[in-house]
């Protein structure tokens, strides 16, 4: 759900249109900007930076599952949405 929220066209990839939108949009501070940012830096690295000619790396779910590691979206949508995570006691 989180991925398919970020992958604004639906293709199943972040490719760099959707990561530069995101990156123009989320504040860079917030921690689902900090995703951002290292996914773009991923990207960056493995097709801008790389020195081998090779068949350019795309971000799938699966990629995005292994390179982000907080999922801050994921915990947004369960406590504002679903209320699961917060602490409900008086």
Known sequence: MCFAILDFDGDGILNVLNLLHLQ???????????????????????????????????????VYDTKTKTFSLR???RSKFLGIGLDLKT
């Open 24 to 62: 123009k949009n989320i504040p860079s501070t917030s921690l689902l900007g900090m995703e951002i940012m290292n996914l773009f830096d991923f990207y960056m690295r493995c097709n801008i930076y790389s020195r081998t000619l090779r068949d350019a790396t795309v971000i799938t779910f699966d």
């Open 75 to 77: 915990e947004e949508i």
